[in-house]
């Protein structure tokens, strides 16, 4: 577990940090909608210093895309 991300995505989310793994998405978090969408895109680019592109945007379903997409920027996560 990455505890900035997984710490990111919960204060984003208003949810506990316990129930976020790899599989978690709008699907299973409900409060993951469209706004928060955004907020967690600009929050992540904020944090991380990096910017996505459209593409990985659209692309991203679950945290494992953002773990992903954050991977190929030359983010290195503490997991």
Excluded: C, Q
């Excluded at 409060?31 to 904020?46: A, M």
């Amino acid at each position: 577990m990455s505890r900035r991300l997984y710490g990111l995505i919960a204060r984003v989310m208003d949810i506990d940090i316990s129930i976020i793994n790899d599989n978690s998405s709008p699907e299973t978090i409900p409060s993951w909608d469209s706004f928060n969408s955004y907020v967690l895109l600009d929050e992540l680019e904020t944090e991380f210093k990096t910017e996505f592109s459209i593409d990985e945007v659209v692309e991203t379903k679950n945290v494992s895309d953002i773990k992903n997409h954050l991977k190929h920027h030359g983010i290195v996560l503490d997991d």
